[in-house]
């Protein structure tokens, strides 16, 4: 081959290569119009001893012809063009394309910026010029710059002035600089990586040095928007959308600082839906999360723009209001509240349940309510207290005088979360007495709790608490399983015949986690499962029959038994007696109180034992007292008791001596 014939075959394959590298041949076509072997010849770098079959020159020298005649314009909306091309002519790696404004760079030095630029084979470089920074915004948005390099080697120009006192960080895009090779040590001294230093380039640097500039700020961007991210799942309420707890308290510190100086009044709504958890138990939790999406939207749309409404619970919300009078403006907010959320929703797939929903709000209020959002919101729980013992559906301002008894209600919901968490609580045992032997056959579980400060708590105050605020599940818990294993010790210890009794509340039985409750402390402890008897009330039967008869229906299949306690004193229905299973009737001691005295007293109770026998259920009577109590009973029908007479309530240690004591006759 003539050596003047491989420069021009060579000049051919550099020429198209340079089309490909601008955009002007796509893929596409070079797959069109050559074969596998020819692509293979892009890939080799051109040389003038270089040998190309003359098949492929002549299409290389068509497609040129074709590119020239053509026109084949630049793409300029691609970012990234492929120009490099691999095996059977697929991409084999991608090619960074980049626009570049030069700012402030004298004619020499511009030269050589583009000469570098189009060396440049892993960077496509599109340079643009600005003749000053005061150019530099209405340059990028004309033009759609990424990256701007400053000449900051000319002497007597600022720019390593501009680097030091930071001034590019406000460019609007990221900005490196071309310094002179002794200006290097104080560039390094400003922290400053995105230079170049002039005499020391060539097309790989200039291509690292931008591409790291662009990556860096693509990252630091991509770092913003995480973080922003995070903060959003931080502050937010992952199923409603609405500012979480965490947030509405920062928001309250800052309008309380806001108010102070401006000497105005901001508020706290505390709402509370009543009655959410029956419509979880009896639509699912599908149509529970419907009807608070259907709350936060009437709420909000009738909250001013500077209101902001929170979800701090699971049917609890905050609102923030910033609002004239701190009684009529609160207040008015509030009554409307409680008339949007009054119409009835519609809830379900097919939108064929309606239900009404109401919501209890207390009302603090600052400066007089209190003066730091742990304050505000503490008061305002106070209120919603007391608006719920007023019965719901109703609005209360805090008022120290008269939420006295909420503020208590609140400072024992605290107590009681501490208490679970350090397990303070200890279980007391009743003895449950066989009058014809004399024998102790069982004993009731009580709970009991001694407070460092207030000291004992009975369980008439703290256990409606435990229950109002959804503690009950983790105290009951507790119960259980503490239960299940004084049992085991005593039955180790040699009262292997001795039953044990626990209260279950209407909540714990409704819940769906009783059954795995009680089947792990059956497990952990070892006991009979037919040594242990769960005494549930009448309120258990009336406020959702369909789900008691499925709960204790899960507990006989168990093997425990049950007892039905206080009987008598609600709704007693004998149906409850042929449609639940239980095993064991407690005449409350109300009856057995006066039962020398009062004859309908005595009618009551002989009609509980007759009822009793003849379905073949167990009687116990509870608070019997006096030895003409027990004669009565005993003349009656009833062979178990327990009560004063017997013995109290006993701690543990107290309690296995008693027994002992029994033993020993």
Known sequence: MHPAEGSLQSFVVEEVNRLVAEGRLGVD????????????????????????????????????EYAESSGCPRQPDAERSPVILGPHGTVAHEVLRLRVLLIKFDPADKVLIWNLAASCRDLHIDLGYAAELCDVPRAVAEGDYQVALLDASVPGEPGLELLARNELVSAPVPVAALIRPE??????????RDYLVKGQLDSRLLARTLRGVHDRHCFSVE???????????????????LPNRCYIRDQLQRALDQAAAERRHVSVLFLDLDGFKKVNDRLGHAAGDQLLLTVCERVTANLDPGDILARVGGDEFLVLLQRGDP?????????QLLAALSRPIQLGALGVVDQVVTASIGIASSPRDGRDPDALIHNADAALYRAKAQGRNRYELFDVSANAEAVRRVSLEQKLRQALDDQVFRLYYQPRVRIDTGQIVGSEALLRWEDPEWGWIAPDEFIPVAEESGLIGRLGAWVLHAAFAQLSEWQQAGFGSLAMSVNVSAHQILENDLRETVLGGLWDSGVDPSKIEVEITESVLVENPEEAARALG????????????????????????KRFPVDTIKIDQCFVRDVLYDPDDASIIEAIISIAEKLRLDVVAEGVETVGQRDYLFSRGCREMQGFLFSPA???ERFVRLLRGAARG
């Open 29 to 64: 076509e070079l797959r069109t119009r050559l074969t596998d072997r020819d692509l293979r010849v892009l890939q080799q770098k051109p040389g003038p001893d270089t040998d190309y079959p003359r098949e492929t020159y002549e299409r290389l020298v068509a497609l040129l």
């Open 183 to 192: 200006d290097e040590p104080q560039a390094l001294h400003l922290g400053s």
């Open 327 to 335: 009684e009529l403006g609160p207040a008015a907010a509030a009554r």
């Open 650 to 652: 006993l701690p543990p």
């Open 223 to 241: 770092l913003l928007e995480s973080r922003e991210r995070e903060h959003y799942h931080a502050t937010r309420d992952s199923m409603t959308g």
């Open 554 to 577: 899960e507990l006989k299949e168990i093997g425990l038994r049950l007892a039905l306690d206080d009987f008598g004193t609600g709704f007693s229905s004998l149906s409850y007696l």
